[in-house]
C-alpha cells in the first residue's frame, strides 16, 4: 500500500490517462466528507479531463436536502456516493435514514454510486426495489471474490441485480480483488463474462479504479486488458462501454 501513501493530484491523472489513450474521466469519492467534494469539485473546475465528480454528502442525515443546496451551481456534481463496505451494520443500506436521502435524491438528476462487496448484494437488490426511478451505478462489479477462484453466489445475484433496468455496472475495481501480483486476464475473464451476461454491454461502462489500481496494475494494463476482452463486440458497443454509456448516464458534457 505504500504506493498510495502520496498525493495524486490533476496531473498525475491526465498523464495515466495519456498512456492509455483515454481522454476524460470521473472523479469519485473516497473519503465520507463534505471538505473532499468541494475539493474533487475544485479541481474538476480546473481540469477538463475530469469530466465529472461523485462526491461525498450527508445522505443519512436529517438536514441532507439542505446541506445539497450548497451544490446546486455546481454543474461536475454528477453523483453521489457512501462507502457502504466499509459500515459495520451489514444493513446499513436498508436503513429508513438513508433510504429517506435517497428518497430526496430524484429529480436531481444525479446518480447513485454503489460501493458495496459481494455478500451485500442480496440488501442492495432489495435496496434498488425501493427506488425504482433512481439511476444506480454498482462500482467495481460489487468487488467478487476473485483472488479465491470464486463465481458463486456473486454471479447469480449480479444476473438478479442486472434484471433492474435502472442499475448500470462499472467495470472497474477487479485487479485489486484479485492476486495482486500473479492475476492474469485469463482469471478475470469469467467474472466479465457474468458482467456482460447480467447487464449487457449496453448497461457496463469501464472504469479504472485509479490510483487505487496502481497496487495490482498500471493505469495502462488495465485498459489493454479492457480493450483485448472488449475487442470481439462491434464498435458501437466498445464506443458504449468505453464513454458513451459513461457520458449518458452521468450526463457527462461532450468536449471535442
Known sequence: MSLLQRDFLPEDLTAAMASAG????????ARQTMEETRWLLGMAE????IRGVVGWAPIAGEDFPGVMEEFENRPKL??????????????????????????????????????????????????????????????????PLIREGVVQ???????ELGERENVWCKVSGMVTEADWSSWTPEALRPYLDVLVEAFGVERLMV????????????YERWFEVLRDYFGRFSESERDAVFGGTAIEVYGLDLIL
Open 22 to 29: 483515454v481522454d476524460g474521466a470521473v472523479a469519485v469519492q
Open 207 to 218: 472504469g479504472s479504479d485509479w490510483p487505487v489500481c496502481l497496487v495490482a496494475s498500471e
Open 78 to 143: 454528477k453523483g453521489l456516493r457512501h462507502v457502504i463496505q466499509g459500515e459495520k451494520d451489514e444493513n446499513y443500506i436498508l436503513r429508513e435514514d438513508f433510504n429517506s436521502g435517497i428518497r430526496s435524491m430524484l429529480g436531481s438528476g444525479l446518480v447513485y454510486d454503489i460501493l458495496i462487496y459481494e455478500r451485500h448484494l442480496p440488501q442492495t437488490i432489495e435496496f434498488v426495489d425501493e427506488h425504482e426511478r433512481q439511476v444506480f451505478v454498482l462500482d467495481h462489479a460489487a468487488k
Open 153 to 159: 453466489p456473486w454471479a447469480k445475484r449480479m444476473l
Open 46 to 49: 480546473k481540469c477538463l479531463a
